[in-house]
């Protein structure tokens, strides 16, 4: 299986900073990495899709950059209601996985 | 918009079979993949499998030989079964959609989950 390494797995920021989270998995996927946001008690949301596309309706704060083995989920401006964990995923081989999380907290 | 919603027992007891259902509204359970995913409480996203309607199947190594999933499509629905079940299967379950094109597959959306403790 591709094993998959969000860092870092927790970040304090404040409202209005530029937040980076990467994903790094143990063999290239291309460019089949997705992102998701999960608020507590609720399903997980899609945000990002094939790495760099913004997924319907989501904020374009967010963006998705990187191909191989190393990709970025960028939050610019962060608000309020971005205070969530947020799961990288990778679609490329048969056996799907995700990143262990990030937490972003309120500083 | 499609909307899936699980349904089935909260509470499952040891080495019995947890089965679930997503019931789907908005589209046809015959149009697209789906998928089932858990996430024990506290802890990271598990993927569990997806079929498609034509009996086409891809299960997760780790749970296959306890996993089936199966379509209704007179009702719109897809059901998980997981045999032989422990305390480690004790997460939320959610229903999703896959999306796909040549350069991703991804789930979107998600019903809104639900729990099941193995216990007895």
């Known amino acids: 299986d591709i094993q998959m390494t969000q860092s870092p797995s927790s970040l304090s920021a404040s409202v209005g900073d530029r937040v980076t989270i990467t994903c790094r998995t143990s063999?290239?996927?291309?460019?089949?990495l997705n992102w998701y946001q999960q608020k507590p008690g609720k399903a997980p949301k899609l945000l990002i899709y094939a790495a760099s596309s913004l997924q319907s309706g989501v904020p374009s704060r967010f963006s998705g950059s990187g191909s191989g083995t190393d990709f970025t989920l960028t939050i610019s401006n962060l608000q309020p209601e971005d205070f969530a964990s947020y799961y990288c995923?990778?679609?490329?081989?048969?056996?799907?996985?995700f990143g262990q999380g990030t937490r972003v907290e309120i500083k | 918009q499609v909307q899936l919603q699980e349904s089935g027992p909260g509470l499952v007891k040891p080495s019995e079979t947890l089965s679930l259902t997503c019931s789907v509204s908005g589209g046809s359970i015959s149009s697209d993949y789906w998928s089932w995913i858990r996430q024990p409480p506290g802890k990271g996203l598990e993927w569990i499998g997806y079929f498609h309607y034509s009996g086409r199947t891809n299960y997760n190594p780790s749970l296959q030989s306890r996993v089936t999933m199966s379509v209704d499509t007179s009702k719109n629905q897809f059901s998980l079964n997981l045999s032989s079940v422990t305390a480690a299967d004790t997460a939320a379950y959610y229903c999703v959609r896959v999306g796909y094109s040549d350069i991703s597959d991804w789930f979107d959306p998600w019903g809104p989950g639900t729990l099941v403790i193995v216990s007895s």
């Open positions: 063999q290239s996927v291309s460019r089949f």
């Open positions: 995923q990778q679609s490329y081989t048969n056996t799907w996985t």
